[in-house]
């Protein structure tokens, strides 16, 4: 039987002796343990290390070699001569040593810094999201509050009224949510109403905004600058004095909102601007034939005509009556002329003209005087300022007290004389009527209550009254004991 050739290149064990272990000669002795050999990756795949390379590096046709199947795994793995050398640690290459730059001392510095940056960012982050949640959180008020913040307040001041007050719980959130925003130049003192659970950032708002208490305060039409003035000193809102009483005539009568911490003097001055502002234009609106020359006659007219009336539906037939007598030469006959001559600038007499009165000279008495006073008996408002300008086209020159708190008015002097008997028997009316009246009221009431006619020809108006003193200021003028011994209105006299 023939013997099979086996494949080339391969061996049975027995046949295949190894490169590194050639068969012994008989007889001959075994070779001495040779020295241990250490091997590196490197060594074991270049075959620096001499005639005996490791296994993994010999041919795969040798006995005991690699498989053909062997995986890239298998050929870098170390395959040491003897049990020997398998004991001993594989030697490892050290790692490379980090470079001189990567060891300067301001490489070292310059990442210990951008650590930090790093960190503080993060931080600040944190923070500036958790600042956030409560800059826009509900506050702690309970309800809408006012709350004054003072001149030459910073930041921080303001942070603590603020916290006083209730407002906020958190003041450093509130400073730097003025920081974040960019809003601390914009920060205003004054007075300031914040609402219930207002959050910082509303609180903020509402200072940078400016959004200010609006404070008021009126001054009704015919009022004197002396009654002005007193009104002025009775706010506390207002602060400082008033160095001098302002000419009559100068203030605009009228409702002024102001801000906590505005003076008086300014709000003299604000009335005094805004009357020259309405005495202008109305001035350039006049009727073509006024028998006025200044703008300060204009001025003294509207003041008569402010205290003859207060119905609004008078006014330019008072005004009429009054530049109708100028046209013609006639005295003006004005009770509140007679008044002013006699109080000033008090405004009021307190009682009925006496008919001594009438006939006592001073420089504003129109029934004694031609023409229009010196100068004005109240300060006008811009309705009777514009009545002034433009009477109604009428030929009246007469008007009295209808007894019902307005005038009747009259062309001619026996029509006048009509209605001043007419206004004798409504008052001799009511006074008939007086003693069942007073039965049904107390002491009291009778003491303070005051006959019309006297009540109408005191001619003042009251600080603290409406805007327009609804009574009428041409009754028959009587002295105080008898309504029977009054003579008759000296308005209706001929000159």
């Known amino acids: 039987m023939t013997e099979s050739n086996p494949p080339p290149n391969r ?3 027995a046949e295949a002796p190894s490169r590194a272990n050639p068969p012994r000669a008989a007889g001959a002795k075994p070779s001495p343990i040779p020295p241990p050999v250490s091997y590196s990756r490197d060594t074991a795949g270049s075959g620096a290390s001499g005639s005996n390379p490791p296994r993994s590096a010999q041919p795969a046709n040798g006995a005991g070699g690699a498989s053909v199947d062997a995986t890239p795994s298998d050929s870098k793995r170390l395959a040491p001569r003897s049990p020997r050398s398998a004991l001993e640690p594989d030697t490892i290459d050290m790692p490379p040593r980090r470079s001189k730059t990567a060891r300067h001392p301001l490489v070292i510095i310059g990442n210990a810094i951008l650590s930090l940056f790093v960190l503080l960012a993060i931080a600040a982050g944190v923070a500036l999201y958790a600042g956030n949640q409560r800059f826009d959180a509900p506050g702690p008020l309970a309800q809408d509050k006012v709350v004054s913040i003072p001149h030459g307040s910073g930041i921080r001041d303001i942070a603590d009224v603020l916290q006083r007050e209730g407002v906020i719980d958190q003041p450093w959130v509130f400073i730097g949510g003025v920081f974040v925003l960019k809003a601390r130049e914009d920060l205003k003192a004054g007075e300031y109403q914040f609402a219930a659970h207002a959050s910082i950032r509303d609180a903020v708002a ?46 605009l009568p009228d409702t002024y909102n102001f801000t906590r911490g505005v003076t008086r003097e300014q709000m003299i001055q604000r009335m005094q601007a805004a009357q020259q502002r309405v005495l202008k234009d109305i001035w350039d609106h006049r009727a073509a034939d006024l028998p006025l020359k200044t703008p300060d006659q204009l001025v003294v007219l509207a003041s008569l005509i402010e205290k003859e009336t207060g119905k609004p539906d008078e006014r330019s037939r008072v005004a009429a009556v009054f530049v109708n007598r100028l046209k013609q030469k006639m005295r003006l006959q004005s009770d509140p002329t007679i008044i002013y001559g006699l109080v000033g600038g008090k405004g009021t007499l307190g009682r009925p003209i006496m008919k001594s009165e009438i006939e006592q000279p001073t420089p504003y008495n129109t029934y004694l005087i031609d023409g229009l006073p010196p100068g004005p008996i109240s300060n006008p408002g811009r309705a009777s300022l514009e009545a002034a300008a433009n009477p109604a086209r009428t030929r009246e020159l007469y008007f009295v007290a209808d007894g019902t708190g307005g005038h009747v008015f009259a062309e001619t002097y026996d029509q006048h004389q009509k209605n001043v008997a007419r206004l004798r028997s409504i008052e001799s009316d009511r006074k008939d009527q007086a003693p069942l009246d007073a039965t049904a009221q107390p002491p009291a009431a009778q003491a303070n209550q005051v006959a019309p006619a006297a009540a109408a020809a005191t001619n003042s108006a009251t600080p603290g009254a409406p805007t327009h003193h609804p009574a009428p200021h041409h009754p028959p003028v009587s002295t105080p004991n008898t309504a029977q011994t009054a003579a008759p209105s000296l308005k209706g006299t001929q000159q």
Request: aromatic share 2%; proline share 6%.
């Open 206 to 251: 509402t200072i940078v905004d400016g959004k200010v208490v609006a404070h008021q305060i009126s001054f009704p039409e015919g009022l004197t600058s002396e009654q002005i003035v007193a009104r002025l000193l009775e706010d506390d809102v207002l602060t400082g004095n008033i160095k001098e009483i302002p000419r009559e005539g100068t203030l």
């Open 11 to 13: 061996r049975t064990p």
